[in-house]
């Protein structure tokens, strides 16, 4: 008597045939992923309303960085705050700002000499910007790399805006001020060899244009 053989599938392929017709459309299955899902997007949202909660705090620091920024230069110019801003200025370093002029006589020539770096020291320490001040970084920056053009160009605006602001009498005196100090770091490196003209063509031509900003 012929028995009749049923036949099973053997190969691997038919194994994973099977598992997947006994799981498909299981519910336990369908929840499984649902779940998966649900975990994901809240994953996804809290990590989405993190970075949210940062930017505005950012922003809001931002803010409150640049009022403090225009309260120290008591200017209602608020493209000159952007610009200082920028430059990386702030409300504990606008006393710097008295002595770009300087700087940049220092830098005409391409260097700062030992002569002119100390007559800035002294204008710095006149200010009250001593060691310990927060300026006292800015200008060690100011003095060990030649700064960006633009923060002559800042300082100019800056100077302008003042003219508008000061009386007479006040302008002046910081003109006079800041004109005498500009002069003698130019003097200070004493020509060539300490010999002829003490203040170089490059020296003379930011001095004109520290006159001319102070009009």
């Not at 009749?4 to 392929?13: A, M």
């Not at 700002?97 to 006589?105: G, R």
């Amino acid at each position: 008597m012929d028995m009749e053989r049923v036949r099973l599938p053997s190969t691997k392929k038919g194994r994973v045939q099977l598992e997947k017709e006994s799981t498909k459309g299981s519910p336990m299955a369908k929840r499984g992923f649902g779940v998966r899902r649900n975990e994901l997007e809240e994953k996804y949202f809290g990590e989405h309303d993190q970075k949210l909660l940062r930017a505005m705090r950012d922003e809001a620091a931002m803010k409150a960085k640049k009022a403090a920024l225009k309260n120290a230069v008591g200017i209602a110019d608020d493209e000159l705050v952007e610009q200082l801003h920028e430059l990386e200025m702030c409300h504990e370093t606008v006393p710097a700002l008295s002595l770009v002029p300087l700087i940049f006589v220092a830098w005409a020539d391409g260097v700062v000499r030992p002569n002119e770096r100390n007559v800035i020291l002294a204008a710095a320490d006149e200010e009250g910007l001593d060691e310990k001040h927060p300026c006292c970084d800015v200008l060690q920056r100011w003095l060990k790399d030649k700064p960006n053009p633009r923060l002559l160009e800042v300082w100019q605006r800056y100077v302008t805006q003042l003219s508008k602001t000061l009386d007479a009498d006040t302008f002046q005196s910081l003109k006079e001020k800041a004109l005498r100090r500009s002069r003698a770091v130019a003097k200070a490196a004493g020509g060539i060899f300490g010999l002829g003209n003490k203040i170089t063509k490059a020296e003379r031509a930011v001095l004109s244009r520290l006159e001319q900003a102070f009009g």
